[in-house]
């Protein structure tokens, strides 16, 4: 089990950044591939972007944040970060991240392990 807690949203106009923070508790955060998730009010969760466990081997986004969006982690810091660059009115949501032992995946429902969610608001 690991314990994450995210950080680093907030309001933001269109075109703006923000940079989400994920820290984990444990040791074993690098056994652990890391996913971002969003949920808009009225919608269910979504895919935003996943990193394995170096960070080095695989990289998923999802097509809408593909080339805004940077997923990052430092495992020697139990961390892992959600840059947001260009962001727009569709970006708001509550962002969520997630561990998911072991290897990297899309899918909400293969993680285990959430955080409490952090809110993202991009005002046009």
């Known amino acids: 089990q690991v314990q994450l807690v995210e950080s680093g949203g907030g309001l933001v106009q269109a075109g703006g950044s923000l940079r989400l923070s994920c820290a984990a508790s444990?040791?074993?955060?690098?056994?652990?591939?890391m996913g971002w998730f969003r949920q808009a009010p009225g919608k269910e969760r979504e895919f935003v972007a996943a990193?394995?466990?170096?960070?080095?081997?695989?990289?998923y986004y999802a097509d809408s944040v593909k080339g805004r969006f940077i997923i990052s982690r430092d495992n020697d810091k139990n961390t892992v970060y959600l840059q947001m660059n260009s962001l727009k009115p569709e970006d708001t949501a509550v962002y969520y991240c997630?561990?998911?032992?072991?290897?990297?995946?899309?899918?909400?429902?293969?993680?285990?392990?959430w955080g409490q969610g952090t809110q993202v608001t991009v005002s046009s």
């Open positions: 444990g040791r074993t955060f690098s056994s652990y591939a």
């Open positions: 997630a561990a998911r032992y072991w290897s990297i995946d899309k899918m909400s429902g293969e993680y285990k392990n």
């Open positions: 990193i394995s466990r170096s960070g080095g081997a695989s990289i």
